[in-house]
């Protein structure tokens, strides 16, 4: 049962939803300024399907929403975590939800996105983020962390990671066609990224303590 899965994505949605003005700018500033209104299409789409997602084992949960994203969302970021979300689901398959299969699983949906946009850390994307996060969880694994201090690094991992794209020059993506007026401003995706993951995480560490 995914059911926890509910307040995750309401989590998600609501930090998208309070910060969309800031989200916006920064892909005005390096991009066509339509990445919140992307990510605001698939969120709805995924808060009707609460109910069904909640009744779903966590790979199928998983799977419905990549394929949920991929149809919704469009542009880069659209295909780039529908392949995310459908590769987790895959890995999942059979396997309970704990904090090895999770760091496991996110590590395979990282890994399918990369190969999809052909990108990988130091190119001003989500990526920037989402590496640094799957490291984390990684890591944190190995070392046997209880839940709360895992979340605390997969936080600090997403925030230093959103932080490293501002002096980075672009080499994927829309931001790309800039070369270096692109420096100096934050990957919309890599904040919006960093966004959701800290708002994930804060309802799991609510739930845990
Ligand atoms: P588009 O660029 O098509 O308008 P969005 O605005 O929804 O799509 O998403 C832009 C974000 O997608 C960028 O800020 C960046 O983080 C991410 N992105 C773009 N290309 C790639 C890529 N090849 N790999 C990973 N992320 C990428
Ligand atoms: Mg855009």
Redesign the pocket.
Known sequence: MSSTILPLIRAAASAIREHADEVTAL?QA???G??VI??QRGLAVLETQLEVLGSLDWASALQKIGMSLLSS??????S?YGTLFIAMSKSMKGREMNQANLAEAFAQGVEA??AR???DRG?????DVLIPVADALKSAVEQALPLPQTLDEVKRAAEAGMESTRGMLAT????SFLGERAIGYI????RS?QLMISAIAEVLAGSAS
């Open positions: 892909d390096t991009g066509d339509d990445h992307n990510l969302v469009g542009g880069a970021s659209g780039l996105m990369k946009g052909k990108a190119e001003k994307t989500m990526l994927k993506g829309r931001a990957d919309a995706g890599a990224s």
